[in-house]
């Protein structure tokens, strides 16, 4: 790999790090009667799919089992959802809606709308297609990120690991961009 390919990866790593930080920062900004977007999308869930076990939801929506926590505990403490234990399996909780929960959701429910179009309006529809392609490769690029990078670091820790041809030391050119 050249230096100017180098540039043009390091680049797109910044740019997309750039955009996901931007993104949560604004989205967290955001509270529809109290309950931030990441709860909207807990009670969404609920009313396509129906009670949901808390581990279950956190798998699908990507969030932590701490942010789920913090998530529902608000949710049902403003009375949007109510947990109960499974009766066959006291183990399992599983989080369901409330009246007022669907009631809050329908008022809200241009803001989901009004999210979507605010990240991708003006663009072609050639140029969602290319996106979604380029989202879906970068999410199989994700499959085994955490585990090659924590893998790699504790080699490095243990002993210096000669680099394979195609991760030669780059030039000490200036950096442009921001890295790990």
Do not use: H
Request: net charge negative; charged share 35%.
């Amino acid at each position: 790999m050249d230096d100017k390919q180098w540039e043009r990866l390091q680049e797109a790593d910044y740019l997309f790090r750039k955009m996901v930080r931007r993104f949560v920062k604004e989205r967290d900004r955001v509270s529809v009667e109290g309950i931030a977007l990441p709860g909207m999308l807990i009670l969404q869930k609920i009313i396509r799919d129906g009670e949901q076990r808390l581990g279950d939801l956190a798998e699908q929506l990507d969030f932590t089992s701490g942010a789920i926590t913090a998530l529902s505990d608000k949710l049902e403490a403003g009375g949007y959802t109510v947990r109960r234990r499974k009766e066959d399996d006291r183990r399992t909780v599983l989080m369901g809606i409330t009246e007022k929960g669907r009631e809050m959701v329908e008022r809200g429910g241009s803001i989901g709308e009004r999210c979507i179009t605010l990240l991708f309006e003006g663009f072609t529809e050639e140029e969602l297609e290319q996106q979604s392609r380029f989202y879906e490769r970068i999410i199989s690029n994700l499959e085994g990120f955490s585990e090659t990078l924590l893998k790699l670091a504790q080699q490095n820790a243990e002993a210096p690991v000669p680099q394979a041809p195609e991760q030669k030391p780059r030039t000490a050119a200036k950096k442009n961009y921001l890295s790990y």
